[in-house]
């Protein structure tokens, strides 16, 4: 990986004859980004508490942060998307699994160990089914992708939806379910109703934890917004009772994803005195200078 990953710099760097003086990379998986440090990420690396950073660093002679995906989406949405205006405001990441960011008082939160925004493993459902950490119940094995189709196997969907029963069952993904719904399939739309309560149950938890101003949904079910997004926005208060709060929802735009090894660098470079419009104002100057 490593290498693969110099190579990728060193035939930009040869094509645009433009040499960066940092780089960042963006992984799924548990990241100690002041360290440097990748404690886990089974789908990338087989080992644990690799010294990621310094490997690329002494590979390509230049400054390496590495950050967590969902983490490094939280700091674009501060840079470059809904975040520019809030100081306290969530990330969550709803896909297979569920994860997210956090910033508190216009920082970043990694926590102790840079495990911070793990929200899929918090227990909605005590007496739900085992998650893969092991838990009970967790966010993302009651609404995640997963959950989805657990759901739609448990309602038995599959034999009863006339939309599901047109894709083979080896190929059918939760987003399925949800173009269904979409559709106005009822059986659909009966699994995404029970998907959408244990969102709107995490989401209401991890308001009444971190007291946001705003919540930026993003990850491939948010690709659904007017069930998912929107749906968590209608039911958020009446889940909170009496703990009502303004708390902004927005979809995350995927553009922002996209910037979020930019925004890393961005970030770590300029904190803590964090000046995001003249970063950006300068940026554009450049790009005007360069294209007269």
């Not at 838990?135 to 009651?142: H, L, Q, T």
């Amino acid at each position: 990986m490593v290498d693969l990953i110099g190579n990728m710099v060193e035939s930009i760097e040869e094509e645009t004859g433009r040499i960066p003086d940092a780089i960042s990379v963006v992984i799924a998986g548990a990241v100690d980004a002041r360290r440097g440090i990748i404690r886990s990420s089974p789908n990338l690396f087989g080992g644990t508490e690799i010294e990621f950073s310094k490997m690329l660093e002494e590979r390509l002679g230049k400054i390496v942060y590495i950050e967590n995906d969902a983490t490094a989406t939280a700091i674009s949405e501060k840079i470059f998307g809904n975040g520019k205006s809030q100081d306290n405001f969530l990330y969550i990441t709803m896909s297979t699994g569920i994860g997210g960011g956090v910033f508190i008082n216009n920082r970043i939160y990694r926590g102790s160990l840079g495990m911070a925004g793990e929200f899929g493993h918090m227990v909605i459902d005590p007496l739900g089914p085992v998650c893969g950490c092991g838990r009970r119940g967790c966010f993302e094995i009651m609404a995640g992708g997963k959950g989805t189709l657990r759901i739609a196997e448990a309602m038995n969907t599959y034999a009863k939806s006339p939309y599901l029963k047109k894709i083979p069952p080896e190929k059918l993904e939760a987003r399925h379910v949800f173009d269904g719904a979409e559709a106005g399939d009822k059986e659909c739309i009966r699994v995404i109703d029970k998907v959408v309560e244990n969102m709107t149950r995490g989401v209401a938890n991890l308001v009444n934890i971190f007291d946001p101003e705003a919540i930026m949904i993003g990850g491939g079910l948010s690709n659904s917004k007017e069930l998912v997004v929107d749906g968590i926005a209608e039911r958020l208060q009446e889940e909170l009772k009496t703990m009502k709060r303004n708390v902004e929802i927005f979809r995350t735009n995927q553009i922002t994803v996209e910037l979020s090894p930019l925004a890393v660098v961005l970030y770590e470079k300029e904190m803590p005195s964090f000046n995001y419009e003249r970063i950006i104002r300068e940026m554009r100057q450049k790009i005007a200078e360069k294209t007269k």
